[in-house]
Each structure stands twice: as C-alpha cells, then as structure tokens.
C-alpha cells in the first residue's frame, strides 16, 4: 500500500513538473505569436506554403520564442515572487530550481536555433535569435527597469514573428513583412499598459518603472487611446500597398473602430473593470486581424 502511494505521489509530481516547464515557456502567448508566423509564411508566397519551411519554421520559432519565455521567468524570479500576477510560478515557488531552469532555456533554445539553422535558413534562425536576445536579456534583463518606454522598444521582438514566418519560406526581407510587423509594434502598447493600469500597485511595489507608476494612470489612458489610433492606421497600411482585399479592410476597421471605442471608455467612462476589458479584447482583435489577413489572402490570391 505505502509503495503504491508513493507511486502515485511521483507520478503528481511527474506531472506537476511537467506542467511547470510548459508554464515557463508562455504557451498562449506562444500560440498566439504561432498564428503572426502562419500568417507571414502564408502572405510571402502566393500558393501553397512548401511543408519543410512551414513545420520546421513553426516548431524552431516556437522552442526559441519558448526558451526567451523561460530566461524571463528565470531573470524575474525576484520580483515575480513579490507580485500577486506571478508569485504562483514555478521559480518563486522553487518548483524549478535556478540551474535547471537555465539548462531548460538554453537547450530548448539550442534546439529551436538548429532546427532552424539547418531546416529552415541561417537567415530566420539570425533573426529569431535576435528577438530572443531582444526579449530575454534586452527587455528583461535591462529595459524593463530602465524606462517607462520599455515595453514599446521591447516590444519590437515580440512583434517580429510574421517577418520569422515571412523569411522562413523566402529566405529574403519584404517590406510587406514589415508592415505586419509594425501592426503588432503599435499594438503592444494599448494591449500591455491596459494590464499595467490595473496591476499599477504592483509594479510600484517592485520599483519597475511602467508607464502608470511613473506617469500616472490619466497620462497612460491618453496614450492607450493614441496608440489605438495609430494602430487603426497601421492595420490600413496591407490594403494600402495591395498585400490584402476587402475581406481584411472590412475585418480591420470593425476591430479598430472596436479597440478605438473601448479605449474612449477607459479614458472617459471611467468604470471598474475597463482596463482588462481592454487587455482581454487587444488579445482577441490580434488574433482575429491575423485571421482575416489569412481569409482575405486565399479569397483574393
Ligand atoms: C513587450 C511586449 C509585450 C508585453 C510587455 C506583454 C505583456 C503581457 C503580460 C504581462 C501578460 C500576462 C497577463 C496575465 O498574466 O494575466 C500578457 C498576456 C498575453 N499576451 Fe502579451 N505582451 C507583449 C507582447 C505580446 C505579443 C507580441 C503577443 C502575441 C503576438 C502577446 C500575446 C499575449 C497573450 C495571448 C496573452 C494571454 C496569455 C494568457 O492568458 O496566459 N503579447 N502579455
Ligand atoms: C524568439 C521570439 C519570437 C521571442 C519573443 C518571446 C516572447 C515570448 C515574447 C512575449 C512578450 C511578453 C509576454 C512580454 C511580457 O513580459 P513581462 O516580463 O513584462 O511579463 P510577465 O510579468 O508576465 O513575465
């Protein structure tokens, strides 16, 4: 009977374990990052996307984007063990220990940079190798507690992933690759300092200067609602240059209007609740601007 429940209690934590490892490597975030690629490998080419690029792409961006996720929760164990969002993670509540963690990061990383090396191209395994540098150390390691502009020069790594995608299949730099890249460089803003309007508390605790700490809350409305205008603008830019048809024009001006709207309300309605509300639909207008430009591209192509 006791060994039968010591079985059991390793198989939990076989379990548990298992799930924390994951948990580093920031999956829905991961995932949504998946569909930007889908989405540059898919506009780069006209036809079908060939099946080596895309698999190997997709995987080698994931584990590499997975493995910035996890020196993130590693570099950040500090405060991310002082503020009620994060103190659950695994390295504040020593689930994974330091060493482990590292040896995690950087084999996943490894891995994800060779499969793309030798998969993919040089080129996009280069480049993914940048966003991770640009996310793990420059974000975190420095920016984050240097500026209140952290997140907007920070967030140029995380919206590098549709060029990822876009190089994968080309081996080659389009300036229509950089369009969808700008789209997601004006949307990290609006969808980041909503979050931090309503954890404003706790980065004050932990001393890291976001826009609310060291600006106030008004001023960082004001500026949610200027970048979703700007954002409305960048979201024209692919019908602009013929990249994308009417599907996607008549999808990104319902969701800008949208964003545009919810962030009028948090500036002036002043209600409890609106900046998550805010942060929640930034995620869902993301994903669905993707998935139009996708639609738009096999409708009109
Ligand atoms: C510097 C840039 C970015 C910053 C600072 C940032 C910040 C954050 C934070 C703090 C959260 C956690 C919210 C929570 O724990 O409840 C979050 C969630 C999320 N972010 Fe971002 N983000 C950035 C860029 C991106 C990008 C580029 C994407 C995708 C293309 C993305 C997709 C998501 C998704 C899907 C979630 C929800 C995750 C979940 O529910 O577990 N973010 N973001
Ligand atoms: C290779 C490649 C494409 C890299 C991009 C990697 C990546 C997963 C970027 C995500 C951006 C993000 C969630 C930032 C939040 O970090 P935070 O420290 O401000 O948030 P936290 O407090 O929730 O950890």
Not at 137 to 141: D, M, Q, R, S
């Given at each position: 009977m006791a060994k039968l429940l010591s079985i059991a209690q390793d198989a939990t934590r076989t379990e548990i374990s298992w799930r924390d490892y994951l948990e580093m490597t920031k999956p829905k975030v991961v995932a949504l990052m998946l569909l930007t690629v889908l989405v540059g490998m898919c506009l780069a080419l006209p036809g079908a996307v060939p099946l080596q690029p895309l698999l190997a792409g997709l995987m080698g961006i994931a584990m590499m984007a997975g493995s910035a996720a996890a020196l993130n929760h590693l570099i950040d164990r500090r405060i991310d063990g002082l503020m009620a969002r994060t103190y659950n993670r695994p390295l504040p509540k020593g689930r994974v220990s330091v060493s482990r963690a590292l040896s995690f990061a950087v084999l996943l990383g490894l891995a994800g940079f060779t499969l793309l090396y030798w998969l993919v191209n040089p080129l996009t395994a280069w480049l993914t190798c940048a966003s991770l540098i640009g996310y793990a150390?420059?974000?975190?390691?420095y920016l984050k507690r240097a500026t209140p502009q952290n997140i907007v020069i920070g967030g140029l790594a995380g919206a590098m992933p549709p060029l990822l995608g876009w190089t994968a299949v080309t081996n080659d730099f389009h300036g229509h690759a950089w369009l969808l890249v700008i789209i997601i460089f004006t949307w990290t803003p609006p969808h980041f300092w909503a979050l931090a309007i309503h954890r404003q508390k706790e980065y004050a605790k932990v001393d890291i200067p976001m826009l609310p700490v060291t600006h106030g809350v008004e001023f960082t409305k004001t500026c949610i609602l200027l970048y979703t205008l700007l954002l409305a603008i960048a979201c024209l830019l692919p019908v602009l240059v013929g990249l994308s048809g009417p599907v996607y024009l008549l999808a990104s001006t319902i969701l800008s209007c949208l964003f545009i709207y919810k962030a009028w309300q948090l500036k002036?309605?002043?209600?409890?609740?609106l900046a998550m509300a805010v942060f929640r639909f930034s995620i869902y207008q993301l994903m669905l601007l993707f998935i139009a430009l996708l639609v738009d591209h096999y409708l009109w192509s």
């Open positions: 150390l420059i974000y975190t390691a002036f309605a002043d209600r409890p609740g």
